[in-house]
């Protein structure tokens, strides 16, 4: 998931807003090294080098960007689609190589716009898109449920490729573990999919644990996606041990606690209808105050090293396992390179201790999803045969 916030309530340090005047022209200007790739060497733009981290054997950069809002904010506005493009191509130019959608967002208009975005330099980006909610292929329309049949799976991927205008997807997730079908079958599907080239690596989102070994065994998963961040730790105590010991790599959605975690929402904060935070208990007026010394300590920190409270929360991410790689979202320029800049932030041994046994002693009130939402995680899939 992706996060939308005002510049304003991000750059509560000077350190924060000093990072906007570091931002070369070339990646805030009308298309940076793409003008320049365009304006007759015929080159192709190359990101910067590194850090980059591995997803199973998925080669990644250490920070990616979800682009879930760029068809539409929680706010429920709707963000300027050339911006986004623009947002993408410079996030590329920054060094992100690895760039989350699905086709439920939008749902499809936000594969459409990562296509657009990517095409100039597809070869030297990782696309993740996934599939799982039960959606009318003609129509759009969100139907009940969801829907891994084998052959809707196939069908599915044809039209992601159309719209993400490319002939294979790096990364593929089950966006929601089907509970009607064997994940075994979902694999099989995958696995033929593999062997036309139409995708290279495949995932799981927010799935049980037991469906995760049967993946893995059936074919080798390459990346679990779950919510994680210093809001909601859930997966620390049995899906990264699980992760560890297959040797899946794990890419945390709402990295920044749908900006909470940047100081986006507090106890004053009114909600669009529509906005899925509204009916989030954790935003509650009985939880909110007392989950915001969450927000201090990021604040405390981000004082210490001089950087911007969401750099700490995506840092501290990073510094919890080497196969972690957040997605933090945005529909800003300044928030993208803020963000993009956290895998700069260095924590010694002893802050990372420090800092994790202050975020343990914060116990945070209120669930982190609505009901209806949260029913669709923690599934096991129906075992093959039955």
């Known amino acids: 998931m992706a996060q939308d916030i005002t510049i304003g309530r991000r750059a509560v340090l000077a350190?924060?807003?000093?990072?906007?005047?570091?931002?070369?022209?070339?990646?805030?200007?009308?298309?940076?090294?793409?003008?320049?790739?365009?304006?007759?060497?015929?080159?192709?733009?190359?990101?910067?080098?590194?850090?980059?981290?591995?997803?199973?054997?998925?080669?990644?950069?250490?920070?990616?960007?979800?682009?879930?809002?760029?068809?539409?904010?929680?706010?429920?506005t709707i963000p300027s689609r050339p911006e986004m493009i623009r947002i993408i191509r410079s996030a590329f130019e920054r060094g992100v190589t690895f760039f989350d959608a699905a086709e439920a967002y939008g749902p499809w208009e936000v594969e459409r716009i990562l296509g657009e975005a990517v095409q100039p330099i597809r070869d030297q980006v990782?696309?993740?898109?996934?599939?799982?909610?039960?959606?009318?292929?003609?129509?759009?329309?969100?139907?009940?449920?969801?829907?891994?049949?084998p052959d809707h799976i196939r069908a599915v991927v044809e039209a992601m490729l159309r719209r993400l205008r490319t002939d294979r997807i790096d990364l593929l997730y089950q966006h929601r573990v089907d509970p009607q079908v064997p994940i075994e079958d979902v694999a099989g599907i995958i696995s033929e999919l593999k062997a036309q080239g139409k995708v290279l690596h495949w995932g799981l989102c927010e799935m049980g644990l037991n469906t995760l070994r049967r993946a893995h065994a059936a074919l080798?998963?390459?990346?679990?996606?779950?919510?994680?961040?210093?809001?909601?730790?859930?997966?620390?105590?049995?899906?990264?041990?699980?992760?560890?010991?297959?040797?899946?790599?794990?890419?945390?959605?709402?990295?920044?606690?749908?900006?909470?975690?940047?100081?986006?929402?507090?106890?004053?904060?009114?909600?669009?209808?529509?906005?899925?935070?509204?009916?989030?208990?954790?935003?509650?007026?009985?939880?909110?105050?007392?989950?915001?010394?969450?927000?201090?300590?990021?604040?405390?920190?981000?004082?210490?090293?001089?950087?911007?409270?969401?750099?700490?929360?995506?840092?501290?991410?990073?510094?919890?396992?080497?196969?972690?790689?957040?997605?933090?979202?945005?529909?800003?320029?300044?928030?993208?390179?803020?963000?993009?800049?956290a895998s700069d932030v260095q924590f010694t041994a002893a802050e990372t201790a420090e800092l994790n046994a202050a975020v343990a002693a914060i116990a945070i009130r209120g669930e982190r999803l609505p009901p209806a939402v949260q029913v669709f995680s923690g599934v096991e899939a129906r075992q093959k045969g039955q």
Request: glycine share 12%; with cysteine; proline share 8%.
């Open 126 to 149: 990782v696309i993740a898109t996934k599939f799982g909610w039960n959606i009318d292929r003609e129509t759009g329309r969100r139907l009940p449920g969801l829907n891994s049949r």
């Open 220 to 341: 080798p998963v390459s990346a679990v996606q779950s919510e994680y961040s210093m809001l909601w730790r859930g997966p620390e105590a049995e899906v990264l041990p699980l992760c560890a010991e297959l040797g899946i790599g794990f890419v945390p959605w709402s990295p920044l606690g749908v900006g909470f975690l940047a100081g986006a929402i507090d106890e004053r904060t009114a909600y669009a209808d529509g906005d899925i935070r509204k009916n989030e208990t954790r935003f509650a007026p009985d939880n909110i105050e007392a989950n915001l010394a969450l927000v201090a300590l990021l604040r405390d920190w981000a004082v210490r090293k001089q950087v911007a409270p969401a750099q700490i929360a995506l840092a501290w991410l990073l510094a919890q396992r080497p196969w972690i790689v957040p997605i933090p979202g945005t529909t800003q320029m300044a928030h993208m390179v803020e963000n993009t800049a």
């Open 15 to 76: 350190g924060g807003a000093a990072l906007a005047s570091l931002v070369p022209a070339s990646s805030l200007g009308a298309g940076g090294a793409f003008a320049r790739a365009a304006g007759g060497t015929g080159a192709t733009p190359m990101p910067p080098a590194g850090p980059y981290r591995r997803l199973g054997t998925l080669e990644v950069s250490a920070i990616g960007l979800g682009v879930q809002n760029m068809s539409r904010t929680y706010q429920t």
